[in-house]
């Protein structure tokens, strides 16, 4: 394969865990609701689809597993900052410190015996025919069978949750005006955990895809900081489906890049590389990649006054 | 009432305007009807509602009853609980004792879909709707969690509320490029899509110019005509006369009176809204209350006789009379010094939003010493930036200001506070002061310095000082050591008051919307302050939507339009009021 074949493959791949946990995160901020422990959720789908896999001896199994703990710590999430009215941003630090020790933790008592144990994971099922189309096969025709799945949630999930749909609208008017959105009768609060669960969801698959699809084992803080970039690539996408999905994938690129970067000839350190998607993340925030205008509720707790 | 509805929004007034009302005497259809309808089903029922907030109670034991076919008055000051009524019925607050029954059916609403789901809709004072969505999609918001919006259905309702009605609505149109009258019409049709049995407007009508308010109650009748129930919540008595059938009157949180419209003088009504005899207010008062050319009838011996003249001067009873008798003494106060020098001075002053539109467009106006000036129009003309750009706070494209000879125009604020410029901002509580500091400590933020003592604040001398003031005006608080917050409105816009009018040297006070939300006491005391300050040399710009106040109070008007400033009008030439009105509309322009 050509270097830019591999690039693009490469790419595409290392953006799949992110591109799921943006699909629920941009729900979530849409909203009204923003996860910063969107990284923890990754590392608890990480870690827990690989104890499932384990244990179970059944990928699929591991999977439903990596969902389940996710959803249940996305639940944390919502309790402290839809229920309780928690600022958004210090719940979300807090849990994310909480998924690393817990995960670092549970890895040692729970995989500390078999940590060279084979975990069943899913094999690539390349399509015949499609997956040799140059450039674009690799990336898009030759995943696991979690990936195709991932690839069509995120396609439903961008679907359903555009304006053009009734879902739609009532998550971005709990995000744009939560009273507003109350006051026509919506759910506000249901709306906002149902969008809280379905991040975690998404986090989740993408932890298990992480560690199921991609390296096929657990390790300590294997996310490493990509649930942050899924929240900077929401940001980065204005909160629109299609550019959040963009910059998931340059994302991916960007650290693609790490790998094929000599075969390419550019001689770069690798740091640089790793770098780069957040110098785009502050970019975009600063409003130098065009103007961004977050959900005007946008880590505002709903509560009727009185 | 007319039997046939009219197709358009701006439909021919359903009935001659602010007549007053006489007890008994000839009676027009619609409160013969009201009548008629006396034992018509009740819609609805409150029995001793009661709800506190915090220690006070904001409605205090309210019962009332609300019937099908009717337009349902509930009168009363700020803070008498109006508002808090509507939330209860509408299920945004929980009432702390008291029951409701809708059609007899015991009726205990615990959110907002409760109450519509039970056939109870609102419209609220400061809209429900979502400014990045199209007309539509907030129209579609009522209609659930559902994957397919029924929009073609949604056009279908359209078109019969519109032919209903007379409400056209542009469904693409997104609502913040809305004017706001407009997006009045998008939150009534909202309510109307829901086929209500019960439609609460929340003081509808203070973003409104004239002809909006008047297709409105037009609209508010149509409604009541079509069987459901209506109940209008407002402070303005031209509306009740309008519209209404029968009126609940609420002070304090208290139902100190109602009854079908027909049986109670306007007068009567005003009295129980303030809780003092008609003839005994300023006419500025009644002027704010929408009283104007309302005869006090029966009420002061010789109110009557000394303001029937003002009524027959009106031009034959079509539009409202002007009030003749309140302007020339005003004027007279103010415009006694012939020649005048300039204390402010605008000269084509362009600004535009964020968005690109244009929010003043060379705008120029001159504030004589001793002056006031009114800034009148319908909101959202550019009253709030111009405020803005003197006040500092935003800066002008083009354009230039003087203050007493010196230019202003890119000087910050505290430049033009030393060279006598005071502001009183719009929105009082967020820039006019700051609500966790003291009463004294906000009174004298600018010159703390004035109160050191070892170099550090000497705190006793201060509260003193602060104590002086807090007398002087009239301030109703427990202790000037009180935090900011904790006083109302009109308090809070007293302090803010007299900390701009004791700079020195005054030279032009910016006034932007000062009255709003204040009580009539209130509002008499800022007025008589600003009247005060005018007389002692300085000159007052006044921005106010309330056009009755600045014809009472200003020696001249200009009239924001689209971001120009129309006019001037003086206040005392005749035909002043119908003037004004048609530069605020556009008509003149």
Known sequence: MSPVSDLLSGGVHLALPVLLAASGELISERAGVLNLSLEGMMLTGAFASVAGALQSGDATVGVLCGVAAAVLFAALQAVLSVTLRADQVVVGIAANALALGATTYGSRVMLGDDRNATVPSFDELPVPGLSDIPYVGPALFAHTALGYAALALVAVIGLAASRRTGLGLAVDAAGEDAETADRSGLPVRGIRYACVLLAGLTAGLGGAQLALSEVHAFTDNMTAGIGYLAVVAVIAGRWRALPTALACVFFGIAQALQFTAPALGVDLPVAVLVMSPYVIALLAVSGLVGRSRAPACLTVPFARTG | ?589
């Not at chain 2, 109006?82 to 959110?111: I, W």
């Not at chain 2, 109650?217 to 459901?228: L, N």
């Not at chain 2, 604020?413 to 003291?438: F, K, Q, W």
């Not at chain 2, 050191?452 to 608080?477: F, K």
């Open chain 2, 1 to 589: 009432m007319s039997a046939v509805p009219s197709l358009t929004w701006r439909a021919p007034r359903a009935r001659p305007a602010p007549e007053p009302f006489r007890g008994g005497a000839a009676p027009d259809e619609a409160r013969s009807s009201g009548a008629d309808r006396a034992d018509a089903t009740v819609t609805l029922e409150l029995e001793g509602l009661t709800k506190a907030f915090g220690a006070t109670p904001a409605l205090d034991a309210a019962s009332l009853r609300v019937r099908a076919g009717t337009v349902h008055c509930v009168l009363g000051e700020n803070g008498a609980g109006k508002s808090t009524l509507c939330n209860l019925v509408f299920g945004a607050h929980s009432p702390d004792a008291g029951t409701m029954r809708l059609y007899g059916e015991p009726y205990a609403p615990q959110r907002p879909a409760d109450a519509l789901a039970a056939g109870v809709a609102m419209v609220h004072q400061h809209f429900s709707l979502v400014p990045t969505m199209t007309v539509a999609e907030n129209l579609l918001l009522g209609t659930g969690l559902r994957l397919r919006p029924p929009r073609r259905e949604l056009l279908g309702e359209l078109d019969a509320v519109a032919d209903t009605y007379g409400l056209s609505l542009d469904p693409d149109a997104r609502v913040d490029a809305l004017p706001v009258g407009i997006r009045q019409q998008v939150e009534i049709v909202k309510c109307l899509l829901r086929k209500p049995r019960l439609l609460l407007l929340d003081e509808p009508t203070g973003v409104l110019d004239p002809a909006q308010i008047e297709s409105l109650m037009a609209t508010c009748r149509r409604i009541a005509e079509a069987g459901h129930a209506v109940v209008l919540v407002t402070h303005k008595l031209a509306e009740v006369a309008r519209a209404g059938d029968e009126a609940t009157v609420l002070r304090g949180g208290r139902v100190v009176g109602g009854g079908p419209l027909a049986g109670i003088a306007q007068s009567d009504l005003v009295a129980m809204m303030v809780g003092r005899r008609v003839a005994e207010l300023d006419p500025l008062l009644a002027a704010g209350l929408g009283l104007e050319g309302a005869r006090p009838e029966g009420v002061g011996p010789e109110g009557s006789g000394a303001d029937e003249s003002a009524v027959d001067a009106a031009p034959d009873g079509g539009g409202p009379p002007a009030p003749g008798a309140t302007v020339p003494a005003a004027a007279a106060a103010t415009s006694a010094g012939a020649p005048r020098a300039a204390a402010l001075a605008v000269r084509g002053l362009t600004v535009r939003r964020p968005d690109g539109t244009t929010a003043l467009d060379a705008v120029s106006l001159t504030v004589a010493r001793g002056e006031i000036l009114g800034v009148a129009g319908v909101e959202g003309n550019g009253q709030s930036e111009l405020g803005a750009v003197l006040a500092g706070s935003l800066r002008a494209r083009s354009g230039s200001v003087e203050l007493d000879g010196h230019d202003i125009t890119a000087a910050p604020p505290a430049r033009r506070t030393r060279l006598g410029l005071g502001v009183v901002p719009e929105d009082r509580l967020h820039e006019g002061c700051i609500g966790e500091l003291s009463v004294a400590e906000n009174l004298f933020l600018a010159r703390l310095a004035d109160f050191r003592r070892y170099g550090l604040l000497d705190r006793r001398a201060l509260n003193r000082a602060a104590d002086e003031v807090v007398a002087a005006h009239a301030i109703r608080t427990e202790d000037s050591r009180a935090p900011m917050r904790t006083l109302s409105g009109g308090n809070q816009q007293k302090v803010v008051l007299a900390r701009e009018l004791a700079l020195d040297p005054l030279v032009c006070l910016v006034a932007s919307q000062p009255t709003r939300g204040l009580d009539i006491g209130a509002v008499g005391a800022v007025v008589t302050r600003l009247r005060d300050a005018a007389a002692r040399g300085c000159g007052i710009l006044l921005i106010s939507s309330e056009l009755s106040e600045l014809l009472a109070v200003a020696d001249r008007i200009v009239v924001m339009y689209r971001g120009r400033a129309l006019g001037p009008v003086r206040t005392g030439e005749p035909g002043a009021r119908e003037r004004l009105g048609r530069l605020m509309t556009g008509a003149d322009a």
